[in-house]
């Protein structure tokens, strides 16, 4: 089924939410809104390809404040960012998700500090 995101805002008691092979602005992934749901406990953002500012083309980056608000989804238990490309720096922001207990990225890290704290899988 496919679904228009800003009706995400109607919804109240999310548990789940998975956004895969998504082609489109970052702005339209309703991140904010998305934040506030207080029952979310699991994120996927799965190989998706966002289109630049400049609008020549796509790329898997997540925006640093993108990775802000998700660092604010304090309830997250598992969260998935597979195939997004996503800086060492900006995962340290998700050191306050302290209930996460799983992780899924596709990076190396220089720096163990990256890597939040209390996870039971990291893969």
Excluded: W
Aim: aromatic share 6%; charged share 20%.
């Amino acid at each position: 089924m496919k679904l228009k995101l800003g009706i995400l805002r109607y919804f109240t008691s999310v548990e789940k939410i998975v956004f895969r092979s998504l082609h489109c602005n970052i702005s339209a992934i309703p991140l904010g809104t998305i934040a506030t749901y207080k029952h979310l406990t699991s994120l996927t953002i799965n190989n998706c390809a966002f289109l630049q500012l400049n609008g020549a083309h796509f790329n898997k980056c997540l925006d640093h404040d993108s990775m802000k608000i998700i660092a604010r989804m304090t309830r997250l238990q598992k969260l998935d960012l597979d195939l997004q490309m996503i800086s060492e720096s900006d995962y340290v922001a998700l050191r306050a998700l302290t209930r996460l207990t799983q992780l899924r990225v596709r990076s190396k890290f220089e720096n163990n500090n990256a890597i939040p704290k209390g996870l039971k899988k990291l893969s």
